[in-house]
């Protein structure tokens, strides 16, 4: 990728943010829309965060350069998800993960 073309996508991502958190999310507390999207504004807003790490996760556990791989990380990665779910500690989460991925792998490369 070239570096302006990187460029004009970090403009681009970071004007669109600095709009929602300047223009959207004021006119959600100033009361001015009582109805639709904007009053939900700020609360989805909170969630944007957590589904781009949701999303780079995907990416780097399942993408290899331009495919869809499906291996023992995505089985790591399924295992931690449930983990999360049911409200393990992080560190539980984290070597519960490793763990199922390493087995896996181990179990292919014997």
């Keep these: 990728m070239s570096w302006p073309a990187l460029i004009v996508l970090v403009v681009g991502a970071y004007g669109c943010k600095m709009f929602g958190h300047a223009?959207?999310?004021r006119l959600a507390?100033?009361?001015r829309s009582t109805q639709g999207i904007l009053r939900w504004f700020p609360d989805l807003a909170a969630l944007i965060p957590a589904a781009l790490f949701?999303?780079?996760i995907a990416v780097g556990?399942?993408?290899?350069?331009?495919a869809l791989q499906?291996?023992?990380r995505a089985a790591g990665m399924v295992v931690g998800a449930v983990a999360a779910w049911r409200?393990?500690?992080f560190i539980v989460v984290v070597v519960l993960a490793?763990?199922?991925a390493a087995l896996i792998?181990?179990?292919t490369w014997v």
């Design 70 to 72: 499906v291996d023992a």
């Design 29 to 31: 507390v100033e009361g």
């Design 105 to 107: 792998r181990w179990q």
């Design 87 to 89: 409200k393990a500690p």
């Design 61 to 66: 556990s399942l993408g290899t350069d331009r």
């Design 98 to 100: 490793m763990a199922v």
């Design 54 to 56: 949701a999303a780079l």
């Design 23 to 25: 223009v959207l999310a």
